[in-house]
């Protein structure tokens, strides 16, 4: 049988659901043997590839960056997984949204309480502009399958995966879709 | 009091005439989810959760406040109940600001487990993310705005139990508030006596105690029932 094309990635998030991910331990030897990875922030790779069976997505949508790459990853893949609370509902990326729009965030950190030269972070191509509001992962792109937790622990992530190389829709026991 | 016969979910129960679809349900072991209930106090039928479908009647109805009658045929998980419910949790989650992972009711919370017990894995729509206070002026709780769900179990524990009645509703619709006494802060309420019962009527991380952090705020609900029932019943053992 061909090897899963496997992808991770990383969106508005602290990389938390990313270290859960090597929480796997000695399962992650397993996983290598029938899936095949082909772009994560844990491997060398730039670029997202053009064909990938599935792709555990870690954060919220929070800059125009994570947009584009949402939609790109969606393109190019048959499974999407929203991987943890970030990715599935905002969570923390999400914590600036009751305070306002991205100025009104980023006014009184950049400007007014600034020290020597106060000024926004506005580097065209280098900085990624802050969206509005924070956005889950399914309100950006369509989501095949939600991984909730923060982070989701390792059982969670190898029970929706094991289920996905078993060829079976993913099913989480009712303690394993707890959200925090 | 008579006995009536009545039938929840293709099981032939027997109730007390008067007694809740609730209370008849749980004595059968059949799980209907709540969240406004709570053992000790009145019924305020206000989360709509506990909705179960009676043959004969198109309405839902709150089975914390049906009374049991003869003859009845209750269905408690109907697809169209689930899906309601589901709705409802949303509704929940979309209103207020309700972050799990940041919570001081991280794990013990009602409204977290219900959104896992009833598959609400996700939020279909759109969140509001309203900008509400917290209010910590009281010097051992405090209360979180954006974790309540005006479930009203607080105003009916301070109220019914406690006798205070610091506690109440002020506002309209989506701006509706708890508030205490004449909507001052906590800590200039007089007729606050600092019982706590609140905090352990609360079902989510909206009412606390003051230097909990994320998922310190274990509570004990056991304890109100307790109360009631040693006072009415005369009962001070558990
Ligand atoms: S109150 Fe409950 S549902 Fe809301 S954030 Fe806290 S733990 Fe989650
Ligand atoms: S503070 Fe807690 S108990 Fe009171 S209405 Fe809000 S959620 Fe319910
Ligand atoms: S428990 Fe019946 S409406 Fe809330």
Redesign the pocket.
């Known amino acids: 049988m061909d090897k899963l094309k496997f992808a991770t990635v990383w969106l508005g998030g602290c990389s938390g659901c990313h270290m859960s991910f090597l929480d796997l331990d000695e399962w992650l030897i397993e996983l290598a043997d029938r899936v095949e990875l082909v772009y994560s922030p844990l491997m060398d790779a730039k670029k997202f590839p053009e064909d990938v069976d599935v792709v555990l997505v870690e954060g919220a949508v929070a800059n125009q960056e994570n947009e584009e790459m949402a939609h790109r990853l969606r393109k190019a893949s048959r499974y999407v997984i929203a991987f943890g609370d970030c990715a599935v509902t905002g969570n923390v990326t999400a914590l600036r949204n009751p305070l306002g729009l991205a100025l009104e965030v980023l006014r009184p950190v950049y400007l007014e309480n600034g020290d020597a030269n106060p000024r926004l972070p506005d580097e065209k191509g280098i900085v990624p502009v802050l969206l509005d509001r924070v956005l889950p992962l399914h309100q950006v792109i369509p989501v095949d399958c939600y991984l909730p937790g923060c982070p989701p622990d390792a059982p969670r992530i190898r029970a929706v995966l094991q289920d996905l190389l078993d060829g079976k829709v993913p099913q989480l026991s009712v303690e394993q879709r707890y959200f925090g | 009091m008579s006995v009536v016969t009545l039938t929840i979910d293709e099981k032939i129960v027997s109730a007390q005439e008067g007694q809740t679809l609730l209370d008849v349900a749980r004595e059968n072991a059949i799980d209907i989810p709540t969240l406004c209930h709570l053992d000790g106090v009145s019924e305020a039928a206000a989360c709509r959760l506990c909705l179960v479908e009676v043959v004969g009647t198109s309405r839902l109805l709150p089975a914390c406040v049906t009374r049991a009658a003869e003859g009845m045929v209750v269905h408690t998980t109907t697809p169209k109940l689930v899906e309601y419910r589901r709705m409802i949790l949303e509704l929940f989650f979309t209103e207020r600001n309700h972050v799990c992972s940041v919570c001081v009711a991280n794990s013990a919370c009602e409204l977290q487990a219900l959104a896992a017990s009833q598959g609400m894995i996700h939020v279909r729509l759109d969140y509001l993310h309203p900008h509400l206070p917290v209010d910590t002026s009281h010097q051992q709780f405090g209360?979180d705005h954006n974790r309540?769900?005006?479930?009203?179990?607080?105003?009916r524990a301070c109220d019914e139990i406690e006798g205070a009645h610091t506690w109440d509703v002020a506002g309209r619709g989506i701006h509706s508030r708890?508030i205490t006494d004449l909507a001052q802060p906590w800590g200039e309420a007089t007729s606050c006596t600092s019982c706590g019962k609140?905090v352990q009527?609360?079902?989510?991380g909206?009412?606390f105690r003051q230097g909990s952090t994320v998922a310190e705020m274990q509570k004990d609900r056991e304890q109100l029932a307790f109360l009631v029932r040693a006072r009415k019943e005369k009962q001070w053992i558990s």
Do not use: H, Q
């Open positions: 209360i309540c769900i005006l479930c009203t179990r607080c105003v708890v609140c009527a609360c079902p989510t909206a009412l």
